[in-house]
């Protein structure tokens, strides 16, 4: 069974950069996406970035230009560097990793933006 574990997170400035990881432990064959979603409380778990097996990246608008999704070429580690980070970023951040339709979650990990 595939276990993934979020670290990176924490509390930052307003503009600054964090690097978020996420280690996936198990069996990886058949991985299709990987990708990064966020929810702020009160809000709906929103998708910000995934990428596929073969490296294509799609990302959410609001941070289209300011987030960067990365993999691993053993496909079991997922990144996301964030920079210019905006107090709207704050959330818990999930990494996912789709098998077909199957998907796995991590527990997430706070990222906290001050003003």
């Known amino acids: 069974q595939v276990r993934l574990v979020e670290s990176g997170g924490g509390l930052v400035q307003a503009g600054g950069s964090l690097r978020l990881s996420c280690a996936a432990t198990?069996?990886?064959?058949?991985?299709?996406?990987m990708g990064w979603y966020r929810q702020a409380p009160g809000k709906e778990r929103e998708m910000v970035a995934t990428?596929?097996?073969?490296?294509?990246?799609n990302y959410a608008d609001s941070v289209q230009g300011r987030f960067t999704i990365s993999r691993a070429k053993a496909m079991n580690m997922a990144y996301l560097q964030m920079s210019s980070l905006k107090p709207e970023d704050t959330a818990v951040y999930y990494c996912?990793?789709?098998?077909?339709?199957?998907?796995?979650w991590g527990q997430g990990t706070q990222v906290t933006v001050s003003s």
């Open positions: 996912n990793f789709k098998f077909g339709i199957t998907e796995y």
């Open positions: 198990g069996t990886m064959l058949g991985v299709r996406t």
């Open positions: 990428i596929t097996s073969g490296g294509t990246s």
